[in-house]
């Protein structure tokens, strides 16, 4: 038995009406109100399961593409998976229960620890040197990651093919559901790549040349190239030269030509193609590169590149205006048949934050991407412009990423910081969708352990704060612009409400497009989400979302099936159990459901 609300036409199968969807998945309510002004509150009843132990053969049949043999291990919002258990979950599960495809690490959480104990924060590895191969990727995945980025900065775009590659087949093989993000390079001004050295160290009181010249062959000595070619105009003698947001300093001390003669002021290690900013009189240089260009020509290629193979996310490098990413994505919608890559902004300017709310309402995410951000305001600032950029995200609906340095230590050691263990809670604290690793998992000695800290801190800073109720029920604004949009957000903001206050098991969302498990995810529910989607681009789009545990599954308009199907397949999986208690929204048949698994 179960009870439920309905927002519908007074006629119980709303499709029955024989009205089209619109392209966009327009929930068939709105369709409803328009016809039916008066709205009805149902309470119906449906008819549970007969809880038979395997699926019936309608379920397998009306399961259609997914109804291969091989079930799938993937994308997990998953907690903790004792390392002892990794080498049972790693391995690809197949059994004629197909019809529902979710990874193994999630199955085998689920099994073990009940639902509540999911990890809700989502994690990003970045990929480099250390983390290429495919069983690297593999221990990664099995360790929680849920994306995978890839810097454009680095490496050539076959190696970036490959990477790729083995992600899509650790998915295919293995059933994760590991999105892909391509991060841009960006026309920000950066050194070169040290003719192939990994690194150059900088003594205090050295003199380095910076020159605009390219190098024929090996890079001579305590020199470095720089990427822009007003460099050595634009500079002045006195102006101080940041590496890395300040990890390494310089003084300008003399111009000679294309060359520019500094001294070291601040030692340490120079990178590759690390970023360079300069200051004068205790402010950023800007004038000049605000003219460059947000997406190069280079990075045209690549987001040319990333669309042919197929890349989930695109996060772009200094965002300066909502102009450059409403550019992009009409670009995608042209190449990459309607709007299947996220378009993610990295804030990381000054400008980026001046144009904060319409740079994030024309973007499908952003990243506090606090490397370059700090090296361009003051260090103080960024925690302050963190929590900004967190809050503006979840007001409206946004995903949204905090990276760089949660564990740099963690790239020479086994064991993070008590600080960098408190910058990491600090962010799981603030509700945000997903943490990244950048030089710890791309080029680090400990990418898995790194992994294993964000995920455990994760996991117990979520349950002290669910204990503790901490969590201040945040006012969230109105964003829905549409009618039926605004029913969808009711129904998930009241979804998430009773959730808390009848202390469910889950919620499960059935949603085409991911539209309407985002708005569950932003409530930011006690009880993990089942995001239930018919498509794999949109399942590993969901993995990005705070809370989400996608899944991908085939289903109807009619969610009486829908449920059933659902309660089969995961009972006969062990993922659920008869008297869980579960919330079903939808966005086909915009209902509110309450009920005991049968
Ligand atoms: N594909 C790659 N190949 C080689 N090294 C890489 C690769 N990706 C990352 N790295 C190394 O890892 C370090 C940190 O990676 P990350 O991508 O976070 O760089 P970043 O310069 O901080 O980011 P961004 O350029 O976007 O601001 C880089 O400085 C580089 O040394
Ligand atoms: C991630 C990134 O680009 C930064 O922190 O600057
Ligand atoms: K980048
Ligand atoms: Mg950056």
Redesign the pocket.
């Known amino acids: 038995m179960s009870q439920s609300i309905q927002f519908s036409t007074p006629s119980r199968t709303p499709h029955l009406l024989n009205l089209p969807h619109s392209q966009f998945n327009r929930p068939l309510s709105s369709i409803s109100f328009r016809r039916f002004p008066l709205t009805t509150i149902k309470y119906t009843s449906i008819r549970a399961s007969s809880s038979s132990p395997s699926p019936s053969p309608d379920l397998d049949s009306s399961s259609s593409s997914s109804s291969s043999s091989q079930v799938l291990l993937s994308p997990n919002g998953t907690g903790a998976v004792k390392s002892d258990e990794r080498s049972v979950v790693a391995t690809a599960v197949t059994t004629d229960t197909a019809g529902i495809e979710v990874d193994t690490v999630t199955e085998a959480e689920l099994k073990e620890n009940g639902f509540r104990s999911t990890r809700r924060t989502k994690l990003i590895c970045?990929?480099?040197?250390a983390t290429?191969g495919f069983e690297q990727l593999e221990a990664l995945a099995v360790g929680g990651m849920n994306v995978a980025?890839?810097?454009?900065?680095?490496?050539t775009r076959d190696?970036?093919r490959g990477?790729i590659r083995s992600v899509r087949r650790l998915n295919e093989e293995k059933g994760f559901a590991v999105a892909i993000m391509m991060?841009?390079?960006?026309s920000e001004i950066?050194m070169g790549d040290l003719g192939g050295e990994?690194?150059a160290k900088a003594e205090d009181g050295e003199i380095w040349t910076f020159t605009v010249r390219a190098f024929d062959s090996s890079r001579p000595e305590r020199t470095i190239s720089v990427s822009y070619d007003g460099f050595a105009e634009d500079v002045r003698v006195g102006d101080e030269l940041l590496v890395?947001g300040g990890m390494v300093r310089f003084e300008v001390i003399e111009k000679i030509g294309p060359d520019v003669k500094c001294l070291c002021t601040d030692p340490g290690l120079l990178?590759?193609?690390?970023?360079l900013t300069f200051w004068r009189d205790g402010s950023l240089v800007r004038e000049r590169n605000a003219m460059l260009p947000t997406i190069s020509s280079k990075d045209w290629l690549d987001i040319d590149f990333g669309i042919a193979e197929g890349v989930d996310f695109i996060?772009v490098?200094f965002v300066k205006s909502a102009e450059v990413i409403n550019h992009l994505k009409s670009y995608l919608a042209a190449r990459s048949r309607g709007g299947e890559i996220g378009v993610i902004a990295?804030i990381?300017s000054i400008d980026s934050l001046t144009n904060l709310e319409e740079i994030i309402l024309a973007s499908d995410g952003a990243m506090v991407?606090r490397?370059?951000l700090g090296a361009q305001i003051p260090l103080e600032q960024v925690p302050a412009a963190q929590q900004r950029i967190v809050q503006v995200c979840r007001g409206l609906n946004k995903p949204v990423i905090v990276?760089?340095q949660l564990l740099e230590s963690m790239?020479e050691y086994p064991t993070p910081t008590r600080a960098e263990v408190a910058d990491v809670s600090e962010a799981v604290r603030q509700r945000s969708d997903a943490l990244?690793?950048?030089?710890?998992s791309?080029?680090?000695q400990f990418p898995d352990k790194a992994l294993t800290v964000l995920r455990t801190v994760s996991l117990r800073i979520e349950r002290w704060w669910r204990e503790e109720k901490r969590h201040e029920s945040v006012p969230l604004q109105a964003i829905g612009s549409t009618f039926s949009d605004k029913i969808s957000e009711e129904i998930c903001n009241s979804a998430a409400k009773m959730a808390n206050n009848l202390g469910v098991d889950a919620v499960f969302v059935y949603t085409t497009s991911g539209h309407m498990a985002s708005l569950v995810s932003r409530c930011r529910p006690d009880c993990p989400i089942f995001a239930f989607t018919t498509t794999t681009s949109v399942r590993r789009r969901l993995n990005l979302q705070w809370g989400l545990i996608p899944f991908r599954l085939s289903f109807s308009d009619d969610m009486e099936s829908n449920l059933n199907k659902t309660f089969s397949l995961l009972k006969s999986r062990g993922m659920i159990k008869s008297g869980d208690l579960v919330i079903a929204v939808s966005d086909m048949l915009q209902s509110i459901q309450v009920m005991n698994v049968p």
């Open positions: 970045t990929i480099g040197p290429c980025r890839l810097n454009m900065c680095h490496g190696w970036h990477v991060d841009t390079e960006g950066h990994a690194s890395d990178l590759p193609r690390a970023n996060a490098s990295k990381e991407a490397g370059d990276a760089s790239i990244m690793l950048s030089g710890e791309a080029m680090g």
